[in-house]
């Protein structure tokens, strides 16, 4: 059972390899990305072959197969229902136990995009509607994902910045997230408005949404935010255990 689970594990690392490689690679460049032997990987790349998920494309290139995609694809539409089903109830919670607006994104390129809020009931509230854009690098949504995506997409986010201090900046905050859970900004994207949000994870633990919390900074005082954290980490973590039973029933 052991060697069955290594060799699975093993073989989803070199189709994760090559996804984030976004081209064909050989079977060394394979081999050295996932830290195994040249013959192992040769072995499991002629299985994967052989059941239509990796293809051979000119000499000695391989590349993700017509099927793979095509069973990506069909995951990811069913978590994306999923994700929206799962969510807002959790949503309407938060907001109902902070008496603030919950926001709900995902990854579009070097931005994210609102996909589901829940607003506050408060006079003075945070609003945004279903459609927004944001940019990646800027507030606690955005950030919240940038943490924890490859390097490939924080590369693209970089070269947008000019400035070396503010990305040598956007690198320290980047691992306090990762080291923290979540990501906490106050005025980065609309003024006097705080986020606090926390990323979302599938089955593989590939981010795939962030959760956040965001009102007025003037009522972000201590007592307060430690209960916002707690709220939008705890909500984030069940939604993530959530889409990891949907991903192994569809493998089922």
């Known amino acids: 059972m052991a060697n069955g689970t290594q060799t699975l594990g093993r073989a989803l690392d ?14 060394s460049e394979i081999a050295e990305r996932v830290s195994i032997p040249e013959s192992t990987t040769y072995r499991l790349l002629q299985t994967l072959e052989q059941n239509g998920v990796v293809e051979r494309r000119g000499k000695g290139q391989i590349g993700l197969g017509l099927r793979i995609l095509d069973l990506a694809r069909s995951l990811y ?5 999923e994700l929206y089903v799962i969510a807002r109830p959790i949503m309407e919670s ?9 926001i709900l994104t995902v990854r579009t390129g ?26 990646l690098h800027l507030g606690a949504s955005g950030k919240a994902i940038l943490a924890y995506e490859t390097e ?13 201090r503010e990305k040598e ?12 859970g979540y990501s906490l900004t106050v005025g980065e994207v609309d003024p006097d408005v705080f986020g606090i949000a926390a990323p979302i994870f599938d089955g593989y633990q590939r981010i795939v949404a962030s ?11 201590p007592e307060r935010s430690e209960m916002m954290v707690r709220s939008v980490v705890e909500a984030t973590r069940e939604i993530s255990q959530k889409l990891a039973r949907i991903s192994a029933v569809t493998i089922e």
């Not at 938060?94 to 919950?102: A, C, M, Q, S, Y």
């Not at 924080?154 to 947008?160: A, E, F, H, S, T």
């Not at 900046?169 to 923290?180: A, D, N, S």
């Open 14 to 27: 070199i189709l994760f390899a090559l996804a984030e490689a976004e081209s064909t690679l050989s079977v």
């Open 77 to 81: 539409q069913q978590i994306d229902r």
């Open 94 to 102: 938060i907001t109902e136990k902070t008496d603030e607006t919950t």
């Open 110 to 135: 070097t931005n994210v995009i609102c996909i589901q809020q829940v607003e506050s009931r408060r006079l003075i509230r945070f609003a945004i509607e279903n459609g927004r854009i944001l940019p």
């Open 152 to 164: 490939r997409v924080l590369d693209q986010v970089l070269k947008r910045m000019e400035d070396p």
């Open 169 to 180: 900046k956007l690198h320290k905050e980047l691992e306090r997230i990762r080291q923290r």
């Open 211 to 221: 959760l956040t919390i965001a009102g007025p900074s003037e009522r972000l005082y």
